[in-house]
């Protein structure tokens, strides 16, 4: 019985608690006596469910002077004791990422958690979560080594890494030593920036063109590292530099109605030549080849595209892909391409 009484009481510190700390991240400061009318409890219990929070790693300072607390970190949280349903999100998107970077083991493992911490969150009923009830995919690219992203993360800041990169454009391999500062996951591709001791720059690489990577434990960085490590080398922007410019692109029906919808970059201008018919977009890009890639996804779309240097581009890439594939049907038999 004295057990049973014992849990009772911590079980009712910690629902406290928990009540106590949503206050605490609202408010700035708050007095005792409001501590205890909003979570119903006692001034005694009030301060161990605070006693409880500061062992769980809640930095809550009491003033005297006004006779209540204030929480230095507001944006601490106990995720694991008291989820919510973000939490529950991103733990579903964490899974589905390992699981698409081929972490199998460790996204099984996150689905696990998943399902202990639903519980928590659910309808009361503890109604079990089917395993197939939810599909995560994403474009992904391949790693010649998934350990490598370990290897890297572990590297952060620490350590030089030496990598051999295949450049997609130039076809050539090329030796590496990097002092890496953040690993970023974006899209299912993998991208390190860090400091190039060779070209005495900040560089930006994908994980999906190292061939070789090598941790130089021994050799410590010595370039400081910014305060956004990613500059100018967003990688959702696209990485590689090649006569960069500002496009003028006009996109019509369905296809404009769609791309209304996605941002390319954060610099964009969109303005509707005919009102959900024509869309202009301006838009900066780092490269006129990367980005010509990129409006070829949408060809069917396009309506007019500036500069020239870029709509050159786009005509080129096109018409290449129109002779691969006709040259191909021709040597295959097939009826070739009108």
Do not use: M
């Given at each position: 019985m004295p057990q049973t009484a014992a849990r009772s009481g911590r079980s009712r510190v910690e629902d406290v608690a928990k009540?106590?700390?949503?206050?605490?991240?609202?408010?700035?400061?708050?007095?005792i006596r409001q501590m205890q009318?909003?979570?119903?409890?006692?001034?005694?219990?009030?301060k161990r469910a605070i006693e409880w929070l500061r062992d769980e790693g809640a930095d809550v300072r009491y003033v005297a002077a006004q006779r209540g607390y204030r929480l230095i970190d507001?944006?601490?949280?106990?995720?694991?004791?008291?989820?919510?349903?973000?939490?529950?999100?991103?733990?579903?998107?964490?899974?589905g990422l390992l699981q698409e970077v081929g972490q199998g083991e460790s996204a099984t493992r996150a689905w696990a958690l998943f399902r202990v911490l639903a519980e928590r969150v659910g309808d009361g009923k503890k109604t079990p979560i089917r395993g197939d009830a939810l599909r995560v995919t994403q474009r992904s690219a391949m790693l010649r080594e998934p350990r490598w992203v370990l290897d890297l993360l572990r590297a952060v800041q620490r350590e030089v890494v030496s990598i051999e990169y295949r450049s997609p454009w130039a076809n050539e391999l090329k030796m590496h030593r990097i002092e890496p500062w953040q690993v970023w996951l974006h899209d299912g591709v993998f991208y390190v920036r860090g400091y190039s001791q060779i070209s005495k720059a900040p560089r930006t690489f994908r994980l999906a063109n190292v061939t070789k990577l090598i941790r130089l434990s021994s050799e410590k960085p010595t370039a400081p590292v910014p305060a956004d490590p990613w500059g100018d080398g967003d990688p959702r922007?696209?990485?590689?530099?090649?006569?960069?410019?500002?496009?003028?692109?006009?996109?019509?029906?369905s296809v404009a109605r769609w791309i209304s919808e996605i941002r390319w970059h954060p610099e964009q201008k969109d303005q509707w030549i005919e009102p959900d018919e024509i869309l202009e977009r301006r838009v900066p890009y780092r490269s006129v080849r990367e980005f010509?890639?990129?409006?070829?996804?949408i060809v069917d779309g396009l309506d007019s595209v500036d500069p020239p240097e870029l709509r050159e581009q786009v005509i080129a890439l096109a018409?290449?892909?129109?002779?691969?594939l006709r040259d191909a049907l021709t040597s295959s038999g097939a009826r070739s391409l009108p």
């Open positions: 009540k106590v700390l949503r206050l605490l991240q609202r408010e700035e400061f708050v007095p009318r909003d979570v119903g409890a006692s001034e005694k219990t009030v507001r944006a601490f949280s106990l995720p694991l004791s008291d989820p919510s349903n973000e939490d529950l999100q991103a733990i579903l998107t964490a899974a922007y696209g990485i590689d530099e090649h006569r960069p410019g500002q496009a003028i692109v006009r996109l019509r029906g010509a890639r990129r409006l070829l996804e018409s290449k892909g129109i002779a691969s």
